[in-house]
């Protein structure tokens, strides 16, 4: 992680995505300040800002936790606010029912065996109280993009500054959807999220950040973000890179 945070810091593209985060989050967090909030990867704060200001707007209590034990630490220190620790998705170091809502933002696609996918589904649903708000995102296999990277070695794909971890299993736009709702919960909403393809957008980003001057720099943010706007379009599955689902655990749930 610290290597490639050095060589590959993409600072651009990277307050892109959280802008992009945030604006998801604004739409479908609960407006509660006095719940408990657990984001289950904590790549975003220790590669940018981050998503903070938008989470500790809608909670009391942010927990945070990523599979890298430096990541978690390095949170830690930049905001002591945030509870993190250093867990595995799949079991969860939580109490049943511990959390009001859950933010999973490009978690549970790093696995190479899919019934990890289910597992992970399976500890967030235990872990959320009944009534609680899930947010997840995972990467969007019927976008052809995503489907060809999946394909391609890891070692490129690092080596050219793509990725950051080893890509993972994922589902389509529709199987994500049933994915969550096997796993107990109930699906309100899904959406297209991130239309820019990032192969291209990554570099146009960064290189206008660092040779362009502020108008066109502006006009190239503002037409990234104008892309979003057609996140529930009819294209949108086969345009987006990620799948975002928005549920909840039904209050009967046991």
């Given amino acids: 992680m610290e290597d490639w945070l050095a060589e590959n ?20 967090l609960p407006e509660r300040k006095d719940g408990t909030l657990l984001k289950t990867d904590l790549f975003d704060e220790i590669a940018s800002d ?12 942010i927990c945070g936790m990523d599979v890298s034990g430096y990541t978690a630490r390095a949170v830690a ?22 959390f009001d809502t859950i933010v999973s933002l490009s978690t549970v696609d790093h696995f190479a065996d899919p019934a990890d996918i289910f597992r992970s589904l399976e500890e967030l649903r235990r872990v ?7 947010v997840i995102t995972l990467d969007n296999l019927s976008n052809p993009l995503v ?46 999220l991130m ?10 980003l960064e290189m206008a950040a660092r040779r362009a001057n502020g108008r066109m720099r502006d006009r190239i943010r503002n037409a990234l973000m104008w892309m979003e706007k057609f996140q529930d ?14 549920a909840v655990r039904p209050a009967e749930s046991s």
């Avoid at 096997?182 to 297209?192: E, P, Q, W, Y």
């Avoid at 379009?233 to 799948?243: Q, T, W």
């Fill in 233 to 246: 379009n009819l294209f949108a599955p086969r345009l987006a890179h990620f799948v975002a689902i928005r």
């Fill in 77 to 98: 220190r930049k905001y002591p606010d945030i509870a993190a620790c250093a867990a595995d998705i799949r079991r969860l170091p939580f109490a049943d029912s511990s």
């Fill in 9 to 28: 810091p993409q600072p651009a593209w990277r307050r892109h995505s959280d802008e992009v985060n945030a604006g998801l989050l604004a739409r479908w």
């Fill in 128 to 134: 959320l109280r009944p009534a609680g708000t899930l």
């Fill in 147 to 192: 489907a060809l990277r999946n394909a391609l070695p890891y070692s490129l794909l690092r080596r050219v500054g793509l990725v950051s971890y080893p890509v993972g299993q994922t589902f389509t736009f529709g199987r994500a959807r049933e994915c969550v709702g096997s796993a107990g919960f109930t699906v309100l909403d899904s959406t297209g």
């Fill in 50 to 61: 981050g998503l903070h200001s938008a989470l500790v707007s809608r909670a009391g209590k």
């Fill in 195 to 204: 239309l820019a393809p990032r192969v291209f957008a990554i570099p146009v």
